[in-house]
């Protein structure tokens, strides 16, 4: 897999974890906590700056009360 492919599934995954926060009205710091994870972290998540583990996949998707296959959703 090339760099592009990598960065494109970030893109998918930073705007489903925002488009589901904000259908929650929550603010990037609501979601750090109910996740158990830092609000920068979520903020760099949703620039697409970070490669997540599926531990903390797993924790967002938990948080927001979706299935980790929803996030990263094409």
Do not use: C
């Not at 925002?18 to 109910?34: F, I, N, P, T, V």
């Amino acid at each position: 897999m090339g760099q592009v492919f990598k960065n494109e599934l970030r893109k998918v995954f930073a705007a489903h974890v925002r488009s589901h926060r904000l259908e929650r009205g929550w603010s990037q710091e609501d979601l750090a906590s109910k996740a158990g994870l830092h609000r920068t972290y979520i903020g760099s998540i949703e620039r697409s700056e970070r490669n997540v583990s599926i531990d903390n996949i797993d924790r967002i998707a938990l948080a927001l009360k979706v299935e980790p296959t929803e996030l990263l959703r094409r």
